[in-house]
């Protein structure tokens, strides 16, 4: 039972990486005419918010067992956003808008692997409620 819930678990993750990781970049390109900045901060705030609660309600619900806090949330998401903005900032007057946001999101999707790697190594950093 325990090992079904938990592949199910990690089905919706994998498909809510994938939706996010499609969705960010996008609201950048789109944004993107109103400054490399505004639309680095639109397509991360309303990715950010929309992915903890698709964490919070589909992907780790606690009708399963799970809780997801907004504060692990933050601390996990944080990091991120910084490399965005760092990549961003550097790369800002050197590619144009298709490949500054293809480039930051493959250096963001690299850094995000590492760093879930990372933070669901550590003990008792689990999603499962005990």
């Known amino acids: 039972m325990y090992s079904e819930?938990?592949?199910h678990s990690f089905i919706r993750f994998s498909l809510s990486g994938f939706v996010f990781t499609i969705l960010g970049p996008g609201l950048f390109w789109l944004a993107y005419p109103m400054g490399p900045y505004a639309a680095l901060g639109i397509a991360e705030g309303c990715t950010h918010c929309l992915r903890f609660l698709a964490f919070r309600n589909i992907v780790f619900p606690f009708s399963k067992g799970y809780h997801v806090s907004l504060v692990r949330y933050v601390a996990s998401a944080l990091p991120l956003t910084l490399v965005?903005?760092?990549s961003v900032?550097?790369?800002r007057n050197t590619l144009e808008r298709t490949s500054l946001t293809l480039v930051t999101a493959l250096i963001t999707l690299v850094a995000g692997f590492f760093w879930s790697r990372y933070?669901?190594?550590q003990p008792g950093k689990s999603r499962q409620a005990k």
Request: aromatic share 16%; hydrophobic share 40%; net charge positive.
């Open 5 to 7: 819930r938990k592949r």
């Open 84 to 86: 965005s903005l760092a």
């Open 119 to 121: 933070m669901y190594s």
């Open 89 to 91: 900032s550097f790369l």
